[in-house]
DNA sequence: AAGTGTTTCAAACCTACGTTTGAAAACTGC
DNA sequence: GCAGTTTTCAAACGTAGGTTTGAAACACTT
């Protein structure tokens, strides 16, 4: 039995103290000193750190993707237009079924993501872009399919807007949440905020044109 | 001459190779040898690698803030309301002012501010709030001004969208302009990219509101 | 029970880092 | 041109990190 828990212990060790304090600023010897197993695991298990955070990833990516692709697929078949707000929800849905691990495992798993994007681990995004950049492309694909007549450039520009959006708020999430609750009596938990997302990021992506492309 | 050069050559350095690589991962080695300066400048300029951090913000926030405080003032004088789009686009315009000490010299200002929000470096955060906190508390005044009727929660987390939408695509926006050149044609520059944030956010702002609060 | 492969463990290795030191060099004011 | 201050420099210090090692403990088959 303790076969696969070591390997367990330290991945829920590795998610919990790379989304509290990021990726270099989190020593294996912190990692498996909380999971209570021997630092030469690591290696012996995960072969190095950069392993290691690919796994950490892999574990929760894994199934959420191939959950949202199958979800993709099932949308595929009948190809009616679907509305700005019904593509959003559809991932905030997905990510909101994410079974908890543990109490505020979303809240890790957005602040995760944001870390993948905002630390430079070169081997990260390589890792990323490979396992999941098809499913995302197809994802993307719907929301452009869902705003037509807007130009490629601002939907371009308009999906990393809606993607930093969301990444900032919620890898930000425990903080702005304490703040939003001690100063302004917002008693908001991590759905709301994501559900709070949808409204702002489907006007956002309705609004005009910046410009028109070849305007005449 | 050379007394003032080595802070400066250490500052520009610095500035470079933090807004390239992240805190943590750029060693005082690197910024001392790409400074083409002795190792221990560093520490007798400044005191130590945290102090180096924070006087390569206050550097061009210094001015910058100022800069924007004193737009505010001007405003505040003659109080009529302004439109979302107007508040908006003078912060652009004062980020789009800074003048530039080299080439892309926005797009590293716009990266490292996204990294003060990211990486967790707490006596940055806190210098950067209690140096700039009041400015930021009065710009966000005027932007809650120009959405009248939307309830405190939505624009709290409205406030955090749009900041993430900017320091996300603006932090990223060496690596974004090119594939948008390669893959999409899309021929744009920091500059653009600022100008498409403009309607995005005024129309996120614009929404409606998520849910009544007190919803009878 | 012996043998084989797997997993754990304490210890060490080696590198990279931030910082300190003490002397040399450069600069300043007189 | 000299005393005093400021700045530069090479070298070293101490620490913390990722990784490796070789032996011990364990598990599983026959």
Redesign the interface.
Known sequence: MSRSTTVERILDSAELLFAE??F??TSLRAITSDAKVNLAAVNYHFGSKKELIQAVFGRFLDPFMAGLDQSLENLSSDSKMMEVEEVLELLVNHILAVKPRRPNDIAIFMRLM??A????QGHLKRFLTESYGATLARYFEKLYGSCPGLP???M???S??????????M??SEA?LAI?KRD?G?D?DIEA?M????????????????YDEGHS
Chains 1, 2 share one sequence.
């Open positions: 304090h990021g270099a600023e944001g870390l994007y905002t630390q430079n490629v450039s601002d371009y520009w308009r990393y807007f809606i993607l930093g959006s969301a990444i900032f708020a890898s930000g702005l939003a302004h917002i908001d905020i559900r709070r997302m949808v409204p702002f990021m489907a006007a956002g992506l309705r609004a005009h044109a910046t």
